[in-house]
């Protein structure tokens, strides 16, 4: 090549890369706020997995990015009702009365989850540290109870998926928990 063209290419090379920089920081360090929750690999995962190409700015609030984490867990509880409904409650799998009501319950106790969450958002935005703290407890409690049921019937599940999700759920809200106890 010429020295010309070896210049153009270099310039063309680095307006490339300058040109994809802010495409590799389009996520803020979530990490720093990652680092005070109890399930830091889930934290950071499900965040980059749900936000990967938006933006949000690099010096996000952690309570931004709370605000942020409750709406990807929402949309994770309406993904695990809407499984333990289609795959399961209305599934081809004939179920016991008994799993079928456990099945029920933990479906029951995911949506008021969901509505806690909301409840837990619209705190955020008022600043109310205290409600924030009880529908976040509530919300917990929901999953740890759904949780609990399907613990009682584990050995007749049919499908042990629902579970693993109950339970990856229960995860995202004690992280959120513990972010919001950062921020208030």
Same mark, same amino acid.
């Given at each position: 090549?010429?020295?010309?063209?070896?210049?153009?290419?270099?310039?063309?090379?680095?307006?490339?890369?300058?040109?994809?920089?802010? @495409?590799?920081?389009? @996520?803020?360090?979530?990490?720093?706020?990652?680092?005070?929750?109890?399930?830091?690999?889930?934290?950071?995962?499900?965040?980059?997995?749900?936000?990967?190409?938006?933006?949000?700015?690099?010096?996000?609030?952690?309570?931004?990015?709370?605000?942020?984490?409750?709406?990807?867990?929402?949309?994770?509880?309406?993904?695990?009702?809407?499984?333990?409904?289609?795959?399961?409650?209305?599934?081809?799998?004939?179920?016991?009365?008994?799993?079928?009501?456990?099945?029920?319950?933990?479906?029951?106790?995911?949506?008021?989850?969901?509505?806690?969450?909301?409840?837990?958002?619209? +705190?955020?935005?008022?600043?109310?540290?205290? @409600?924030?703290?009880?529908?976040?407890? +509530?919300?917990?409690?929901?999953?740890?109870?759904?949780?609990?049921?399907?613990?009682?019937?584990?050995?007749?599940?049919?499908?042990?998926?629902?579970?693993?999700?109950?339970?990856?759920?229960?995860?995202?809200?004690?992280?959120?928990?513990?972010?919001?106890?950062?921020?208030?």
């Amino acid at each position: 090549m010429n020295p010309i063209a070896n210049n153009v290419a270099l310039a063309l090379s680095f307006f490339l890369c300058i040109s994809f920089f802010p @495409l590799l920081n389009a @996520l803020p360090d979530i990490t720093k706020t990652c680092d005070k929750v109890k399930h830091k690999e889930l934290c950071i995962g499900s965040f980059k997995e749900s936000y990967l190409g938006r933006y949000v700015p690099d010096n996000a609030e952690p309570d931004v990015l709370a605000s942020i984490i409750i709406k990807i867990v929402v949309n994770n509880a309406s993904d695990v009702s809407r499984n333990l409904k289609t795959t399961v409650l209305e599934g081809p799998v004939p179920l016991t009365p008994e799993v079928r009501a456990k099945y029920g319950i933990c479906d029951q106790e995911v949506v008021s989850a969901m509505k806690e969450l909301d409840k837990v958002r619209t +705190a955020m935005e008022a600043r109310n540290h205290r @409600l924030e703290n009880l529908n976040m407890k +509530a919300a917990v409690t929901n999953v740890e109870n759904c949780e609990n049921e399907l613990k009682q019937v584990e050995a007749q599940l049919p499908d042990k998926k629902q579970f693993g999700e109950v339970t990856v759920l229960k995860e995202l809200l004690e992280n959120i928990d513990d972010i919001i106890k950062t921020v208030g």
